[in-house]
Structure formats: structure tokens, C-alpha cells
């Protein structure tokens, strides 16, 4: 089997033994089992567990066999691509955000769209993660690339824009956000502010707005 299948088949103990032959594997992207793009192992095995090929806690133990051989969790330093973090981030993998930062990973890189980790988190509603990453000193009111937007009105918007799928804790995130000094005032890109996507039937984020 090849370590693409090894890694979609969580078969960990023959994934351990091929990279110990092999470990320049370690950092070889491979691709999705229906998609011929090429991603490092790191981002791979996000899209595994937000696929549901295997949960996440399979996910940790794939990713720590791969990091345990050299795995790079900073792969990607150019703007506009995702690193593993900001893959964890946007794909639902909290667990795998963490071992990442656990190992170096940098929480200001941007990517998809020039979002960070922080970005990520916030669109998709993952207030555990969110809470830790306030807590490492990132820009709270950094504005990713294509939209100019901060992590508080990419909160707003996944919650609004995301579809059922992605509305998880985007209220409990715009609350993390603004404790930590996030601007309601900053717009983005075509200048609306966060609020100004919120509806009437949305209490509980413009009860966050109306308190500030």
C-alpha cells in the first residue's frame, strides 16, 4: 500500500514501519482518495477526519507517527496557502490545531483567503480553540488578504454564510474576541462592519454588539 492509503486506511502500524524506512515520507504531499491535488501529510490527515474517514482522536495518533519522523508543521510559509494549523482550523480538527501548535506551528500564518488560525477558528465556530489562540498573543484585529476582514467579522459571517454544517459556537467566539479587545468598528473590504450582517433573529450575537 502506498502512504496515501496507509494514512486514509489508518493502518498506523504499517504507516510507522514505512516511515521508518523511508522517512523523507514524512513531508511527501499525496492526495485525497477522489481529488488528484497534493497536500503535505499534516493537511491530509485534517481532510481525513473532516471527511469522516476515521475520528480524531485516529487523526492524533496518524499525526504523531508522521510528526514523530520529521513532519514539518510550518510546510507552508507563503501567504494564501494553508499550513497544517490553518487546515486544523478550517476543517473542524480542534485535537490536531493543538498537537500542531504543541510542536511549533506559527499561529500568524496566513492562508486560504490570507485568513490565519485565528480567522479559521472563529469562521467556523470552534470557541475551545479560539479561546487558546487569544492567548497567544496573536493581532486580535488583524485583517486576512482577500477580504480585509478581522476574526470577529469572520465569526459573524460563518455563522451567517456558512450553512447549518458550520454553525457550531460562532456567539461564544465574537464574545472570546471582543473580551479580548477585538474592534466591532473595523469593516472589511467594501466597508461594512461585523453587526451589519446580523439579522433581528440572531439575538444572541447582537445582545454581544448592543452590550458594547
Same mark, same amino acid.
Given at each position: 500500500?502506498?502512504?496515501?492509503?496507509?494514512?486514509?486506511?489508518?493502518?498506523?502500524?504499517?504507516?510507522?514501519?514505512?516511515?521508518?524506512?523511508?522517512?523523507?515520507?514524512?513531508?511527501?504531499?499525496?492526495?485525497?482518495?477522489?481529488?488528484?491535488?497534493?497536500?503535505?501529510?499534516?493537511?491530509?490527515?485534517?481532510?481525513?477526519?473532516?471527511?469522516?474517514?476515521?475520528?480524531?482522536?485516529?487523526?492524533?495518533?496518524?499525526?504523531?507517527?508522521?510528526?514523530?519522523?520529521?513532519?514539518?508543521?510550518?510546510?507552508?510559509?507563503?501567504?494564501?496557502?494553508?499550513?497544517?494549523?490553518?487546515?486544523?482550523?478550517?476543517? #473542524?480538527?480542534?485535537?490536531?490545531?493543538?498537537?500542531?501548535?504543541?510542536?511549533?506551528?506559527?499561529?500568524? #500564518?496566513?492562508?486560504?483567503?490570507?485568513?490565519?488560525?485565528? #480567522?479559521?477558528?472563529?469562521?467556523?465556530?470552534?470557541?475551545?480553540?479560539?479561546?487558546?489562540?487569544?492567548?497567544?498573543?496573536?493581532?486580535?484585529?488583524?485583517?486576512?488578504?482577500?477580504?480585509?476582514?478581522?476574526?470577529?467579522?469572520?465569526?459573524?459571517?460563518?455563522?451567517?454564510?456558512?450553512?447549518?454544517?458550520?454553525?457550531?459556537?460562532?456567539?461564544?467566539?465574537?464574545?472570546?474576541?471582543?473580551?479580548?479587545?477585538?474592534?466591532?468598528?473595523?469593516?472589511?473590504?467594501?466597508?461594512?462592519?461585523?453587526?451589519?450582517?446580523?439579522?433581528?433573529?440572531?439575538?444572541?450575537?447582537?445582545?454581544?454588539?448592543?452590550?458594547?
Amino acid at each position: 500500500m502506498n502512504i496515501r492509503d496507509l494514512v486514509f486506511s489508518a493502518n498506523l502500524e504499517a504507516l510507522n514501519n514505512l516511515l521508518t524506512r523511508n522517512p523523507e515520507l514524512a513531508n511527501a504531499e499525496f492526495s485525497l482518495p477522489d481529488n488528484k491535488a497534493t497536500e503535505h501529510p499534516l493537511h491530509r490527515i485534517c481532510d481525513g477526519v473532516f471527511s469522516e474517514y476515521y475520528s480524531e482522536e485516529t487523526g492524533l495518533e496518524l499525526a504523531k507517527v508522521f510528526i514523530n519522523h520529521g513532519a514539518d508543521v510550518n510546510v507552508h510559509r507563503n501567504e494564501g496557502i494553508d499550513s497544517p494549523l490553518t487546515a486544523a482550523s478550517s476543517l #473542524h480538527c480542534d485535537q490536531l490545531a493543538h498537537l500542531y501548535i504543541q510542536h511549533g506551528a506559527h499561529i500568524d #500564518h496566513k492562508g486560504c483567503h490570507g485568513g490565519t488560525a485565528l #480567522h479559521w477558528a472563529s469562521w467556523c465556530g470552534r470557541d475551545v480553540l479560539v479561546k487558546d489562540l487569544v492567548q497567544l498573543a496573536p493581532d486580535i484585529n488583524q485583517r486576512c488578504i482577500d477580504f480585509k476582514s478581522t476574526p470577529l467579522f469572520w465569526a459573524i459571517h460563518g455563522y451567517k454564510f456558512g450553512g447549518t454544517g458550520n454553525r457550531h459556537n460562532q456567539a461564544n467566539c465574537a464574545s472570546i474576541l471582543l473580551d479580548h479587545g477585538a474592534s466591532p468598528s473595523i469593516p472589511n473590504f467594501e466597508g461594512s462592519l461585523p453587526k451589519q450582517l446580523l439579522e433581528a433573529d440572531y439575538r444572541e450575537l447582537l445582545t454581544l454588539f448592543d452590550l458594547r
